[in-house]
């Protein structure tokens, strides 16, 4: 990276750079004018934070990596796509990993049996909200905590791991208590305070794009989480807003190939909220599959039609199962696997 | 409203509807069939409170009011346009109310200067950032508490009322003790969380229109603040997120005149942020008004070449001076007056 | 203008340009490098056809202008607004210019009575479809030449001019001899073919921007028609496709203020499209007028919910005459004038 | 499909529906009441020809068919997919076909040797434009009927159809007689009089998705071509507008599997204007097959930084061979093949 000092600036950032740069073992090269001193750094460990220290220094103009405005989300700063670990699971690596599950946690009845039903099918992940974000202040918001004790039990019972929304700072505590991984929703994206939070949880976070979002704002999204500490995020296409009313959304699945390019995170996509429509939802699974995506986060229900929220978008154990084998062979076509060994993930 | 109860929830609920109706002294009538019992319910005080009292008893199956989502920010929920009072000055009646200032506070000096200014010219609320919301991490997020103190300050030296940003439920207390209202920026128009707190807050609440929230969610969002308990709710419109890119946003001045259609609730345009060039925003500013708005937010900076952020669509003092100027005669042909009584401002 | 040559051209592009130059009595400056030869010129008449010439020699690698890629639309070609005379009617003067009338024309009866009432309020050009563009074949696609004739007997009655839509260059001629100016419709905008062959058609053209068009895209199709030899080009806001669905479109007021400040080309909104419903007509015809639109287009009908066509868009009579009377007072206070001397635009 | 007759219409009409019903050997059943006749129709042959000729009969209300506004692009108007045959490529069958070629023919060499390398990496159809669409009125716009010619002598050298955009009625003629395919382009998806015109031409047209348009838009401007007289119709996905800066378009690969949900014609996806940028397109392409599209259109150029238009989304012979290599096994585990019989293609 580049640090730029001014001249008006003085000494006094200049050696603190140094110092920085020594505590870290970088190598650097210094270059002054008139009006400016370049210090250019190389250093082969804690790269984000070096970074973030360096910006904190009073006096120091710019701190620039990449020329991208996410340093520490962009491909540029690893050597390697990031592979994030949730409970033995590689999220990110060349094994595909499927998260399925209700859009509500409604009963123990419910959970429990998609949980079963889900994990059976192969996915490896469990997902249900219990904290929903609701258009309407009038619709049902979760059973909160309650919801979390059966996300929990169904774990125990099957083995998966849990992905479940926290919508407040508040709640982040008992959220990371609870589940595995923490979703951050689309409406939450830009909630600047939140994803600051997030920087101190030991969890990975599961960053869903905003519905008008563009792709760096995205990523900036990501670099707040990042820059505040937790380099455990994985993003989450789930289609933006655009004119089109056939569909819920639109499902961006280009964005899943540029953020192949642009970044070192995991990306996962969301076609049940992607599209909005049950009888899409295969179709899309493929296609984010096909333009690079590592996993899916897909919705499944016993009964879509009697589901509290989200029915329309939701799959039976049944088409759940279908799309699982359908998956397969095309992930097989693109060199990856799609869950290998179920029979390894038995409850420990 | 209608409240609709099912037969198997037994007679409890009819009891607490009942009791609930005597005790804001609303007059009923009651329906009953083997499916459900209907009460219709006429009440003339507290409307919005008796609304969500019933909604929130065991066995109500659903209460109705006007056919739209958001019974209390309904045009139908009262006689009359809602206005809303800060510290004497009237949003939402027949005077239009200008706010002003930078979007940043950065240091005394230009607060105080741009205070004084921007009262001269006839703003009678001053804006001003101790929080901001910035897409990058690595960009200057406000001066927080001190920017507070220093917007008190200006308040004291000039008698204008105070607007600031609050993020986040942590900042709201601090927030609501040094300004008179508080504002939801447009990237938390679906922080639920924070919106159900602002229901607690003693404060009007003004709430931008989220980059690409229809005017549906825009007027759920204020439901969920009406329904928490504030009835003190002004919308504004900043600007959506379309494919043009010579304007930062589409200024979706038809969503003015759409909310005066819809809702009681005040409403002020926000050109600034609605096109995000200065040379445009005159031309936006009377637009507003022509379209029904009760007033406008428009960021003046001293220097707008200096400015922190949102330099670009900053007006300096003298342009603000000739906006003010050239919106007098246009508020006059409609009907209405621009801050008529500037002598009567005199700091008490 | 500047016209650079590459030096691999050789000297018989040189020449052309001094030639071109003589007959347009255009003074010149010419620089030369091993690379480029480059001629600075200033010309007082025919600007425009000066540019197209230069253009079209074989051998100039460009020719360019503001630095704008539209450089016939662009506000620098001209030293003052262009205004275009239409029977005696300015448009783009500081007179402002109301078009009305139905979005079909149905019947003798209909469009008669129409001309008469819109006459009586204020307007001075009648508008009525006789080639309708719709989206379903199944659609009344309009009276064709019975059409035309209907208007012209309409213009014969009341003294009124006629804009009517062409959308095919079969009808072009047609359209030309029975109308006073063809307005080319929203879906026709990248209709390249068409516009080009408006160049050669000696009436104005209602150039509605396309539903998705950007403003440069608006005014590179103007330049089309410019560049062919029309320059009498009426801009119309229309509109633009958002996400948002209470309104048919987004009428974007702010493209009103952006095309004065990029071209010289006069602009009329059209509220009726813009938002698609006749209650929200009269508010954004305001803000167009305040956002420094030169008139106006708005669907009129005598019973709007018998309309073949757009009727839930059209104003009655009664609802027209209103808007005009509160125009007026708007249009005062901007220092321009609407229709100020019906009394003198008695049948010739 | 259900023809209605209201009864003020009399008995003529009625007798008109029976004669063609008669004329189409179509069986029906006739209801009739006090206000309406209402006659169901079935027949085994010619579905499209007599919906149109009931729509025509004076005194026929309305004709229904699926409730779907586009009855002939609809799912439920034929039993089975549309396969469309162009010189035996068959399109729409269960091989995908890939259509490859340069935005523009710029010369011999550069088509001869674009067809030869497309060719040999499995493409059958090439692409190249002789009339070029230019948002500006200064860009090439195509070599005209010399650009048709060479098209047709790279047919006669590789045995690859031709497909080519048309961009106006006068040139339709001249267009079918050199190419195998008619392209519609993106801007004139609407463009209604040119649609009806592709109605009477002996070529299947391959209809662009405006940059805009609505699905169900899409589907009526394929209705308007069905309804006169053509009923050889390809559908191309290749992105809408969106807010997103980062691609040139959105590509709308949901659209792929709504359209296979919604008719029977067949699609292809135009991924290199879908994304716009070469380095996107493998992944892109790769999702279209996912989503079920029945084929690709694929911009390929001898030397992309050099091309005429578009040369940042075309990719290299090499580059196109590599994404022609990597599709074969994901077509395979859709159970499609990717031109499986290259050798049978040997110039006739």
Not at 27 to 35: A, I, Q, V, Y
Not at 186 to 210: D, E, V, W, Y
Not at 319 to 339: K, S, V
Request: proline share 5%; net charge negative.
């Amino acid at each position: 990276m580049i640090v730029t000092i001014e001249h008006a600036a003085g000494f006094e950032p200049i050696e603190q750079v140094l110092r920085c740069c020594d505590e870290y073992e970088a190598s650097l090269n210094l270059t002054r004018d008139k009006r400016y001193t370049r210090i250019r750094i190389t250093v082969d460990q804690a790269y984000s934070e070096l970074f973030v220290r360096l910006k904190s220094i009073v006096g120091v103009a710019k701190v620039e990596t990449t020329g991208k405005p996410y340093p520490l989300a962009a491909r540029e700063a690893k050597s390697a796509a990031s592979v994030i670990n949730v409970r033995g699971i590689e999220i990110g690596g060349s094994d595909l990993v499927v998260m399925a599950g209700p859009c509500s946690v409604e009963s123990r009845e419910q959970i429990l049996a998609t949980a079963h039903a889900v994990r059976a099918a192969g996915a490896r992940i469990l997902r249900g909200g219990a904290y929903k974000p609701r258009t309407s202040p009038y619709d049902f918001r979760g059973l909160g905590e309650e919801g979390l004790q059966l996300l929990a039990e169904a774990r125990e019972a099957t083995g998966l791991a849990i992905v479940t929304e926290v919508m407040s700072i508040a709640d982040l505590e008992l959220g990371a208590y609870y589940a595995d991984i923490i979703q951050i929703g689309a409406r939450n994206m830009q909630n600047f305070s939140l994803l600051h939070a997030c920087g101190s949880i030991n969890r990975p976070i599961l960053l869903k794009r905003g519905p008008s979002a563009t792709i760096e704002e995205w990523l900036l999204a990501a670099e707040y989480i990042l820059a505040a500490g937790n380099e455990q995020v994985i993003l989450c296409e789930r289609g933006i807003r655009t004119y089109e009313p056939f569909t819920r959304n639109t499902f961006d699945v280009s964005a899943i190939a540029s953020i192949k390019h642009l970044s070192h995170l995991p990306i996962i996509g969301d076609p049940s909220h992607g599209v909005g429509k049950a009888e899409l939802v295969p179709q899309m699974a493929r296609a984010a599959i096909a333009a690079g995506a590592d996993g899916l986060i897909i919705e499944v229900h016993p009964n879509p039609a009697q589901a509290w929220s989200d029915g329309q978008q939701s799959l039976t154990f049944e088409h759940f199962e279908q799309l699982m084998n359908d998956l397969a062979p095309i992930a097989n076509a693109l060199g990856r696997q799609l869950n290998p060994n179920v029979q390894a993930l038995v409850v420990s």
